[in-house]
Structure formats: structure tokens, C-alpha cells
């Protein structure tokens, strides 16, 4: 899976760079598909667990089965997003300063820093090294963390272009599931102690 995402995020970049009319335009090109391809990844590694809890079936677990790889894939993603952002930097500092500000460098930054963590935690013995609790606080923090910047990142862009409120939407609906899959367990897990 990581290699495929590899191989569609190299392919797309190059494409973008083919194609642009300058080296600015694909940079911005790159920024554009890489948010939302980090977005699609995200969603799905967000949702594994939930859905798995809310509504178990063959897809559910398969999808559970492959989320390090959503999660590691998203991390490849969002890299190549950091990459382009950089190179619009250096190449377009004018414009890339009319497009941002240090609120969103620092908040991104957090995200950054979030997404390394995770992604180096995402091996076998990471839980077992660091202890169970530490490393689900870091990762439920980061996923959280995560999903509110893609919010504020495509919510502060619904004025512009009302399309990215259908990615808001889905971000909505992720974030009422996941809560929604927590309350199950706890309720579950009451259930269980009660009879016990």
C-alpha cells in the first residue's frame, strides 16, 4: 500500500509539473492534490476503529487490518504536501505569505510534529517499548489534533469555493463517529463489569 501511494503521489507530482504553466502554479497544483489526498487517507485510517465498533463486518476489519498502512500512507502524503509547501516558500515568498501567516506555520508545525511521532511509533513493538497508555494517548492526541487542523485548513477555504464544505462534512461525520464508536465502548465495557 505504501509503495502504491508512493508510485500515485510520485506520478501525480510529476504530472502537475509537466503540466503547470510555471514552476509556482505546480507547486500550488501539488499543495492542492496532496490536502486532499492526505484528507482521503486520513478519513480512513481515522474511521477503522470506529466502524469496526459501530457496524462489524468483513469490510470493517479489513480496513482495521490495513490501518498502519492508511496511517503511514497519509504520513507519506502530507510529506510530499510539506515539500511543496517549502518550495512555494523559497520559489514564491511574496505569494506564499499572502497565503498564510505564522498562526497556521506554528499550528502546522504541531501537525508536523504529530504526524512524525505517530509515524515513528507505527511499528510492532512501539506499544510494548513505550507501554500501551503512553502510546494510545500520543496517537488518540494526534489523531484528534490532526482532525481539527484538516477542519480549520478546508473550514477557513468553504468562503472561497463551497466544494471544500463537502470535506468539512465528511470531517463532521467522522469526528460524531468516532465519538460515537467511544460511547459504545464505554457503555459495552459498563455492561460487561455490571454482569460481573
Known amino acids: 500500500m505504501l509503495l502504491l501511494t508512493a508510485l500515485a503521489l510520485s506520478a501525480g507530482s510529476a504530472l502537475a509539473l509537466a503540466r503547470a504553466p510555471d514552476l509556482t502554479e505546480a507547486l500550488r497544483w501539488i499543495i492542492r492534490g496532496t490536502a486532499r489526498t492526505s484528507l ?10 470506529p466502524l469496526q465498533t459501530l457496524w462489524p463486518s468483513v469490510a470493517a476489519t ?25 518550495g512555494l516558500a523559497q520559489h514564491a515568498p511574496a505569494l506564499f505569505w499572502t497565503l498564510t501567516n505564522p ?8 501537525a508536523y510534529g ?20 503512553p502510546w494510545r494517548a500520543l496517537h488518540r492526541t494526534g489523531l484528534w489534533f490532526l482532525w481539527i487542523s484538516f477542519a480549520v485548513a478546508f473550514g477557513k477555504r468553504v468562503p472561497v469555493d463551497p466544494l471544500y464544505g463537502v470535506a468539512l ?15 459504545t465502548k464505554r457503555r459495552r465495557k459498563a455492561e460487561i463489569l455490571a454482569q460481573g
Do not use: E, K, P, Q
Not at 479489513?62 to 517549502?86: D, E, N, Q, T
Open 103 to 110: 498562526g497556521s506555520i506554528v499550528s502546522g508545525g504541531m
Open 114 to 133: 504529530f504526524i512524525l511521532l505517530m509515524a515513528a511509533t507505527s511499528w510492532n513493538g512501539a506499544a510494548r517499548w513505550r507501554g500501551g497508555r
Open 62 to 86: 479489513g480496513l482495521l487490518r490495513v490501518r498502519r498502512w492508511l496511517g503511514l500512507s497519509f504520513a507519506l502524503s502530507h510529506a510530499v504536501h510539506g515539500v511543496a509547501i517549502i
Open 169 to 183: 462534512g465528511l470531517l463532521a461525520v467522522a469526528g460524531l463517529l468516532r465519538l460515537a464508536a467511544f460511547c
Open 40 to 49: 482521503a487517507l486520513f478519513l480512513l485510517a481515522f474511521l477503522a476503529a
